[in-house]
């Protein structure tokens, strides 16, 4: 309660300061002003300025050669999915932890769930997709404004859970700046592959020093449709042209408001969406290779078992509270507040009926004061803090009834530049209290919390060799507590088809990263525009993964997979040009690799193969098109007792028509996906056998503003 009582009083500051203040007078409107810098959302921009919102100190992403990618605009629009990691395809650095078409959670250079801070707008979703694969989280891409990757000393802020990366999804819910009259857009499309029609609308307006945000969304689709049997083991478990139980249905309603000052903003939103989706059939339902271990009340053989039709009913309730006042104190340029509180709720249907039900009510607030620069360091320091109840109840829940999950952080990050080179620094401490309710009966739960300590450092060096040359080296040490789920796991999981064991033993993670960058931006109108080279090599020690033993649990007759930890190396590099074929046609070329290895011998699990891909696009006034292929490499290293998979070719291409109407943003798209038909399983997939990507699919739709 203390914790929660510290971002009250903040806020009740921020209210008194800003709501007494004049609301703008300027006549060229709050974009003007030196506290209110206007993102970018044109296509034509280039990538280097565009801010980047998750740091607080306004870094531009022209600032640095490390990996940063940013997709708004234009872009964002033609490329939106369903899924947060469909949306992201072709980003460099970036592949999906497919569960089927419902799911599709973000994996960065091999690190996905609870290593893979996405977040809501600065703030975490708070859902529950880091607990299991088969969860979703709850951004919605077709509503987002903008999202952000980005890895080094600022994700910091956010807490051990980023130890691999940060995805940020903008979306405007509560607006940071006045607006006259009432702006708005509607935009609708239709998915051939599994039927999908999805519609959203948004409006935004106000008057005086008050403005306003609504948008909502409406989605329903069919059974993907896939080449041949979407489970190639078993013909009978699947089906043929299509995956069985993957319909879905989702609807999704915001309302924000907020009071502009000339010296901040205080505002709130309150956002509801209910999403029901199916889980594809066939989970590890196949025979699998096995390990010699001592069997208790497991069988050493693994016997067939009925398959269960399972749905996920998932509804959620957001509220987000969010302010800003400049100058709030002598010394100090900035003080940030942001608050969130989700009730959150899911429940396992299987064959139509309520199965096990994951709660999860859950806060989080973040303060963060900007200071002054101070001979030539600017920083920001500020205090974190999430309050979660979060639990299962049902005869196949796998985690306690309920859990209080506190987790509480205390962060400072510093820069300084000087004409051709700048360092940044960061630093962070972070406790955890995991205290079960320990009246589950089954195996014994500990009485006691489960409480641990954990510490970050980061220092970044950045030098412009010249005014086109870019070079980076970043260092992090990072300590990531085991989460709730990796401790306390023990039963069976009907939607992944497995037995999850956690242990409450597990050490922190400790993470030794490095990174170098480069970047090249030649002068002129050359043939080369830019090149980044990111090369990485990340040392963890006390890496927590789920390993397959191999050994099947007596009464659900599903296979083991228990939480583990072993030292780990992962390593790989980036590459992205960008060419300029002539004034209306340029090429994107581009690469990733990631190989993860276990110290004492053989290969971490789910790691994404080695990709390299093409982009030709054609731009101009009249309209835009592009073609993309990417050709993915086969994963032979894929872990003790999991299936390899083949590689595959994915070709890509869309057209945009803006339209006059109304101001910019106007288009009608059309977009085709996966045109060679191939059979695409991702080896970070749980359900690689059973559950392919969609096969070639059209996506065609128009947006509309106002």
């Known amino acids: 309660m203390t914790f929660r009582l510290l971002p009250l009083a903040a806020i009740i500051m921020t209210a008194n300061a800003s709501l007494s203040l004049n609301a703008y007078a300027d006549q060229q409107g709050p974009q003007a002003s030196k506290y209110n810098k206007p993102h970018s959302h044109k296509a034509s921009d280039k990538l280097e300025e565009v801010i980047v919102s998750v740091s607080p100190i306004h870094n531009l992403h022209s600032d640095n050669a490390r990996p940063v990618a940013v997709l708004n605009g234009d872009d964002l629009r033609r490329n939106a999915s369903a899924t947060l990691a469909d949306t992201l395809t072709g980003q460099v650095g970036v592949s999906s932890a497919s569960f089927g078409p419902g799911v599709g959670n973000p994996i960065i250079r091999g690190q996905s769930a609870n290593r893979v801070k996405v977040m809501q707008d600065n703030l975490d979703t708070l859902d529950a997709s880091n607990t299991s694969a088969d969860h979703a989280n709850t951004t919605e891409p077709l509503l987002a404004d903008q999202i952000e990757i980005l890895r080094g000393p600022s994700t910091l802020r956010f807490g051990s859970g980023a130890i691999g990366g940060v995805v940020n999804v903008i979306d405007g819910r509560i607006p940071s700046r006045q607006a006259e009259g009432v702006s708005g857009a509607l935009e609708t499309r239709y998915n051939s592959v599994n039927d999908e029609s999805a519609s959203v609308f948004r409006l935004d307006g106000g008057a005086g020093a008050f403005a306003w945000h609504v948008d909502g969304l409406y ?36 309302v924000g408001g907020s009071w502009v000052g000339e010296r901040g903003f205080l505002g709130l939103s309150v956002n509801h969406q209910n999403n029901l989706y199916g889980i594809p059939a066939g989970a590890h339902a196949h025979e699998e290779g096995h390990d010699d271990h001592d069997d208790h009340d497991h069988h050493d053989e693994p016997e067939e078992h009925g398959e269960e039709s399972v749905r996920i009913d998932m509804q959620q309730t957001r509220y987000d509270l969010k302010g800003e006042l400049h100058e709030p104190l002598p010394g100090f340029e900035r003080l940030l507040v942001r608050m969130a509180h989700n009730d959150y709720q899911h429940i396992e249907l299987e064959n139509g009926e309520k199965g096990t039900t994951f709660t999860s009510k859950a806060w989080e607030s973040r303060i963060e004061l ?67 309710d320990s009246s589950r009966t089954g195996s014994p739960i500990p009485n006691d919390a489960i409480d641990h300590n954990a510490g970050s450092v980061s220092l970044g060096y950045h030098w412009n060799l010249t005014e086109n040359h870019h070079f980076s080296a970043i260092y992090s040490y990072a300590e990531r507590a085991p989460s709730m789920e990796e401790l306390l796991s023990d039963g069976a999981h009907i939607a992944t088809q497995t037995y999850d064991l956690g242990d409450a033993d597990l050490d922190n993670e400790t993470s030794r990263n490095l990174d170098l960058g480069y970047e090249w931006e030649p002068a002129g109108n050359g043939l080369v525009s830019n090149l980044k080279i990111n090369l990485f090599y990340n040392q963890i020690a006390d890496y927590i993964y789920q390993q397959n033993t191999g050994v099947e649990d007596h009464d659900s007759e599903l296979l083991v997979y228990q939480y583990q930890q072993q030292d780990a190396d992962f390593h790989g590099a980036e590459i992205e040009t960008n060419l300029n074929l002539s004034q209306n046609f340029s090429l994107r070329l581009f690469a990733d690799a990631v190989r993860a290895k276990f110290d004492r011998g053989g290969d971490v699990p789910r790691i994404p193969p080695h990709r390299v891909g093409a982009e030709l696009t054609f ?37 945009s028509v803006p339209l006059e109407l109304g101001p910019a943003g106007s288009l009608v798209f059309i977009r085709a996906d996966n045109l060679l038909d191939e059979d695409i399983r991702h080896s970070t997939s749980f359900l690689r056998e059973v559950a392919p990507e969609a096969g070639r699919g059209v996506t065609a739709g128009i947006r509309l503003t106002f």
């Open 219 to 254: 989605r329903d689709s069919n059974d993907v449709e896939v080449p041949g049997y979407s489970n190639q083991e078993d013909h009978d478990e699947g089906g043929h042209g299509f995956i069985p139980n993957t319909n879905a249905r989702a609807d999704a309603y915001t």
């Open 370 to 436: 900007v200071h002054n620069p101070v001979y030539g360091w600017q920083g920001a320091f500020g205090l974190q803090h999430q309050d979660r109840d979060y639990g299962a109840e049902g005869e196949e829940a796998f985690i306690p009834r309920m859990t209080n999950i506190q987790n509480t952080g205390l962060f400072w990050i510093e820069e300084k530049h000087w004409d051709s080179q700048w360092v940044e620094l960061g630093l962070r401490y972070e406790h955890q209290s995991v205290d079960p």
């Open 619 to 655: 731009n101009q006034p009249g309209w835009y098109g592009s073609l993309q292929v990417i050709e993915a490499g086969s994963q032979n290293r894929s872990g003790d007792g999991e299936e390899s998979t083949d590689g595959y070719t994915r070709l890509d291409a869309q057209v």
